[in-house]
């Protein structure tokens, strides 16, 4: 099932993950993931694309998000996650 996201709480979950400081990384790249609206959401940051919202975890239902970020705001995601996995 894919979800709908209106693009302010699209905006609103990538905001929540500009300060998330436990970024990871995997073969798709960097994510994260946001407590937003008592969802649970996923943030990828590709290594060739835009940062992206995959899914929703509400109430141990699993949803297909696909929202893009713009690239300004993939920009700030990219500074953020980079930050937060650099080694002290």
């Known amino acids: ?49 835009r940062a992206e919202i995959t899914h929703r975890e509400h109430t141990g239902d699993v949803e297909h998000v696909h929202a893009l970020a713009p690239w300004s705001t993939t920009v700030t995601l990219v500074d953020a996650a980079v930050a937060a996995v650099r080694p002290s």
């Open 1 to 49: 099932m894919t979800t709908n996201i209106t693009p302010e709480a699209a905006a609103a979950v990538f905001t929540a993950a500009a300060s998330v400081t436990g970024w990871r990384r995997t073969n798709l790249g960097l994510r994260a993931e946001v407590a937003h609206a008592g969802c649970r959401w996923t943030v990828v940051l590709p290594v060739d694309s």
